[in-house]
């Protein structure tokens, strides 16, 4: 008999099945789905809606409710999800009566032996009343979170392996979850969850809290079965199609298309960097090594509805993810990874951090962060951080065929300098590139500042590494914008 309050699972028995797993060959699961839900389109797969009345604990009145996702279009893997009470586990039950199939035409009576997919988490966040969708876990490894005022945008996942590798990336999935009853008045949910992949298995701990900022705290153990080229640790993936620094390629009547429009990154050292993102030619790796990062996260700074117009999407809403470290990570690099997408429906995104450790096979590795889903109270650096990035081609001067930035910086630290204040632009940049003039001055429209640099990039065929931040009498006022220029063809 369990002791007085406690339950039939914990963090120690998901990882002693993530143990056990991974001392067994991977089995790839099956997709055993009926053509009808096989051949689903996007649109088709999105009216299959779990119906609100079914909603787990709702007879209870408590503050959070389950509801799930239907297998189905890409979704083809079930996946297994349990309830933890003082009484023991439960799994819960696939039934197909639990979901309305809107147009789809689909006969419910033909879906005996399917399953979930995976589940969404409801909570009051913007009104007492109504218990809003806060968290969903769908496909591979996948969530996605909100917090109050806030629209899906960006995803995390469980693990990243082998992104970016010409040998092809492989994604890891949650194929059972374990989800702990609260209480009717409890403000936060315990879900625990198995991973499984070729090269790696997993114990996953999410503890979350829905709020203006919805956080989740996440405790893993990972199971390496074989060596792993690359393993990407509190992976973020988002979407940039166009934006203020890259226009679209094609008249579009919003001025930009984006879940996040940067990376920010807090080093160890303290040092705040700000990285724009772009959609390449090419696939574009890049990285930032660094000792116990402080955080780093994609970011969606910019927050005005007229820089994006659109009523549908809404991407001024869309959630930033900061992604914060519990103890000591040790050395290693954030990497991000972006890829040529010709428009916003794919995520094209992905930052990660990579331990310079190797992980060995069959030995546990173990690490713990806090992610973050924000809008209004950000991470940023306290003193002025990058508000926007602009660029420009400058074909007519010749020779050098140089490309102008605009880099608006804004803060606190900004906001207290004296009307006459002359500012230094620190600058570097690397040896493909020419910093051809460099000029700083207060921007009167906005009370911040501007930097506004003429760069050659002298072979188009090679990238161009830029480094800048602001100082004032010896005294850095600033986060490190940095940013990269594509090779040209």
Do not use: C
Request: proline share 7%; glycine share 6%; aromatic share 10%.
């Amino acid at each position: 008999m369990l002791p007085f309050g406690a339950l039939a699972f914990d963090f120690n028995e998901a990882a002693r099945l993530a143990r056990d797993l991974a001392s067994t060959p991977y089995k790839k699961p099956e997709n055993r789905l009926p053509k009808e839900l096989r051949e689903l389109s996007y649109d088709q797969y999105r009216q299959i809606r779990f119906k609100p009345e079914r909603a787990l604990w709702r007879p209870a009145k408590a503050l959070f409710e389950l509801t799930f996702h239907h297998q189905g279009q890409q979704f083809g893997e079930p996946v297994k999800i349990n309830e933890i009470t003082a009484d023991g586990i439960a799994e819960i039950r696939f039934n197909p009566d639990d979901f309305n199939f809107s147009q789809t035409r689909i006969d419910p009576r033909k879906l005996q032996g399917t399953g979930f997919a995976g589940f969404r988490v409801h909570y009051p966040i913007n009104a007492a009343n109504t218990r809003d969708e806060v968290i969903s876990f769908l496909g591979a490894s996948y969530f996605r979170g909100v917090g109050k005022g806030q629209v899906y945008g960006l995803a995390a996942r469980g693990l990243a392996v082998d992104t970016g590798l010409m040998s092809g990336e492989e994604f890891p999935r949650f194929t059972e979850f374990w989800i702990e009853r609260p209480s009717p008045a409890a403000k936060e949910l315990v879900v625990y969850a198995l991973l499984d992949s070729r090269s790696v298995t997993g114990a996953y701990r999410f503890i979350l809290r829905p709020g203006t900022d919805s956080i989740t705290d996440v405790k893993v153990r990972l199971y390496p079965r074989e060596h792993v080229a690359k393993l990407g640790l509190a992976p973020l993936t988002s979407m940039y199609s166009f934006g203020e620094n890259q226009r679209s390629a094609t008249e579009d009547i919003r001025p930009e298309v984006h879940n996040s429009d940067g990376l920010s990154v807090q080093s160890g050292t303290g040092e705040w960097i700000w990285r724009p993102l772009v959609n390449p030619r090419r696939l574009l790796v890049t990285s930032f090594a660094m000792t116990n990062p402080q955080g780093f996260g994609l970011m969606q700074r910019d927050r005005a509805f007229s820089s994006y117009e659109d009523l549908d999407q809404r991407y001024e809403l869309r959630p930033s993810a900061w992604v914060e470290p519990r103890g000591r990570w040790g050395s290693g690099r954030i990497e991000l990874v972006q890829i040529p997408t010709p428009d916003e429906t794919n995520d094209n995104i992905v930052a990660f951090w990579v331990p310079d450790d190797a992980q060995r096979p069959k030995q546990p590795y173990d690490f713990e962060y806090r992610l973050t889903w924000q809008r209004t109270n950000e991470a940023r650096p306290p003193l002025s951080w990058v508000t926007q990035t602009r660029r420009s081609q400058n074909p007519a001067r010749k020779p050098e065929n140089s490309i102008t930035l605009a880099i608006d910086f804004a803060g606190p630290a900004l906001d207290r300098l004296p009307a006459d204040a002359q500012l230094q632009a620190v600058t570097s940049v690397d040896d493909n590139g020419e910093i051809l003039e460099n000029i700083t001055r207060r921007n009167t429209a906005t009370g911040g500042w501007r930097m506004t640099l003429r760069v050659r990039q002298i072979d188009p065929r090679k990238p161009v590494e830029l480094r800048a931040f602001l100082r004032h009498d010896n005294n850095t006022l600033s986060e490190t914008w940095s940013y990269i220029i594509p090779t040209a063809a």
